[in-house]
């Protein structure tokens, strides 16, 4: 199926999923960490809320009872033992970039595909994501779109029901563990006619009627148990409006700029010189694809456009009003550095088939992975850093009374800080009403 399919990988498969497993766990699996920043929203959910209600409860404009069901059942598993979290999400990582993996066999060269799932499965960006037990649904939600992905290009060379309907689950579980791939469900009949031809209408068509059900019928619950209201939660003028340019420039950031430039350099720390590099990136990644590319490649290179731009439509629709640093957000890098990666491996391998074999191409090729792989170590403490701190600071304002500050709130969240009564709430939760009585976090000594 895959144009670049010359090679196989000296690496029997079960190696390369046991590597990918673990390399996040490696880099990232910490014990002694406690809950973050959008933790605690939850938590306050559960602590106040049965689990009937908690289930169809939105978190700002997200309704996601999938995640709420797993995140309910691991945490009356393991209480306040937050590096339980850790470890579920790093391996979650590892199972997302194994899929990764798997796909971009598809349409690169086997060992290309590797190196770009293990720079995916290390990139300096997964401890903002890792470190807050929340994100379990992001990863949930890019695994199971994976997921459907690949069922979706089984379906291009075996149309079947069973296939056409494990699509639909598939797509089902991610939306309903996060809202994100909303629009990047679109991306799948599109895969189908991009890559399946004129012949695949048929295949397309069906496929998309049953997107249509999926969508249908995700809309359905949320306005019932939502309302149209949550879609305002973060822009209040969103259904009111139309947007600027700042949308665009949001969105843009966001879709294209962001995922290139995060392959290079693991952390965002100069606005412009972001800017300028994520934008000379992509262009000589479209000018190579377009000028020198099969018609299959452009295609491709086409649709991981969309892939990325998709999605963030919505997700500028919500927060464009923000300043446009927020779209190089490392939770939303999750998802792009898929279009991103695979934008990079199709023009990799189209300069690999143009440029003439030699010491020169070897050495070009082993220099642009020494960059790559240089960005994100170099940039790791970085995330590492304000994400200990955090940690720290809300443990100890956990743990102690004198973490109450002068309106009667601790601070276990900077950005929304709780009520004594609220975390009194959950700190009885996770001691008290967990089916597996780990020791106590209190007790460690934390974030050493």
């Not at 997302?96 to 770009?116: E, G, M």
């Not at 947007?243 to 420039?249: L, R, V």
């Not at 960059?371 to 590492?384: A, C, E, K, L, Y």
Request: contains cysteine.
């Amino acid at each position: 199926m895959g144009d670049g399919q010359k090679t196989e990988t000296v690496f029997p498969v079960y190696i390369i999923f046991l590597t990918l497993l673990l390399v996040p766990a490696a880099f990232y699996w910490r014990y002694d960490l406690f809950f973050l920043w959008d933790d605690w929203t939850e938590l306050d959910f559960i602590a106040h809320n049965n689990l009937t209600t908690y289930l169809v409860m939105p978190n700002g404009e997200i309704f996601f009872p999938f995640f709420h069901l797993i995140f309910y059942a691991l945490l009356k598993f393991v209480g306040e033992y937050h590096g339980f979290f850790v470890l579920v999400n790093c391996l979650g990582t590892g199972v997302a970039a194994f899929l990764i993996y798997l796909f971009f066999k598809n349409h690169l060269s086997p060992n290309l595909a590797l190196l770009l799932s293990l720079l995916y499965a290390g990139s300096a960006v997964h401890p903002a994501i890792a470190w807050n037990a929340f994100y379990l649904c992001y990863i949930l939600c890019l695994i199971f779109f994976m997921a459907a992905l690949l069922l979706a290009g089984s379906y291009i060379q075996s149309p079947s029901y069973k296939a056409l309907w494990g699509i639909g689950l598939c797509a089902w579980l991610s939306i309903h563990s996060h809202n994100y791939t909303l629009l990047a469900l679109l991306a799948l009949p599109l895969y189908v006619i991009f890559m399946g031809g004129a012949q695949s209408m048929r295949k397309t068509l069906s496929l998309a009627g049953v997107i249509g059900i999926v969508l249908l019928s995700f809309a359905g619950e949320y306005l019932t148990f939502a309302g149209i209201k949550s879609t305002t939660f973060f822009n209040q003028s969103v259904l009111s409006t139309v947007p600027d340019y700042t949308f665009f420039t949001f969105w843009f950031c966001g879709a294209f700029l962001s995922p290139v430039y995060f392959l290079f350099g693991g952390h965002f720390q100069v606005p412009l010189l972001t800017v300028m590099i994520g934008t000379l990136l992509l262009g000589f990644c479209i000018l190579v694809i377009w000028v020198m590319g099969t018609p299959r490649e452009r295609r491709l290179g086409l649709w991981a456009l969309l892939l990325n731009a998709l999605p963030f439509l919505m997700v500028s629709l919500g927060r464009y009003t923000f300043a446009y640093e927020y779209a190089f957000t490392a939770r939303y890098i999750f998802f792009t550095l898929v279009g991103g990666m695979l934008l990079v491996g199709i023009t990799w391998t189209i300069l690999a088939r143009r440029v003439p074999a030699g010491n020169f191409s070897r050495l070009l090729a082993f220099g642009i992975m020494a960059v790559m792989i240089s960005g994100q170590i170099f940039t790791m403490p970085f995330w590492q850093i304000g994400y200990l701190h955090m940690s720290r600071k809300a443990l100890s304002c956990y743990q102690a009374e004198e973490g109450l500050i002068n309106d009667g709130l601790l601070l276990v969240n900077p950005q929304h800080p709780l009520g004594a009564s609220q975390v009194s709430a959950i700190r009885q939760f996770l001691k008290n009403e967990v089916w597996l009585k780990v020791k106590s976090q209190e007790n460690w000594r934390a974030n050493k």
